[in-house]
Nanobody, 121 residues
Framework: DVQLVESGGGSVQPGGSLRLSCAAS?????MAWFRQAPGKEREGVLD????????YWADSVQDRFTASRDKAKNTIFLEMNSLKPEDSAMYYCAADVEPHGHNWDPRALQYWGQGTQVTVS
């Protein structure tokens, strides 16, 4: 099994920035960030193929968020800029160790972190 440890959430004013990180305990084929606000479905934000660094973005964030990775440490980073109140949610890191392609369906990812809260107000 792969354990995922997230960090970096917090509270920020609109227009501010936060950086989330997710460290995996072992090999992953892809890692992703999802978010879920109260009363809403979990939605994908970033999907990254950990070997190649190819990224897929949700339309709502692709002009404001950036991603990076540290392959040696099995860690991905989500830099969130120009944050809006609608970005407020619990952010979850997820991972898949099988070579499946990009998929925004949360059921396609095998491993999940505990989540980190992001509040923009």
């Amino acid at each position: 099994d792969v354990q995922l440890v997230e960090s970096g959430g917090g509270s920020v004013q609109p227009g501010g920035s936060l950086r989330l990180s997710c460290a995996a305990s072992g090999y992953t084929y892809r890692m992703a960030w999802f978010r879920q606000a109260p009363g809403k479905e979990r939605e994908g934000v970033l999907d990254i193929l950990t070997e190649t660094g190819i990224t897929y973005w949700a339309d709502s964030v692709q002009d404001r968020f950036t991603a990076s990775r540290d392959k040696a440490k099995n860690t991905i980073f989500l830099e969130m800029n120009s944050l809006k109140p609608e970005d407020s949610a619990m952010y979850y890191c997820a991972a898949d160790v099988e070579p499946h392609g990009h998929n925004w369906d949360p059921r396609a990812l095998q491993y999940w972190g505990q989540g980190t809260q992001v509040t923009v107000s």
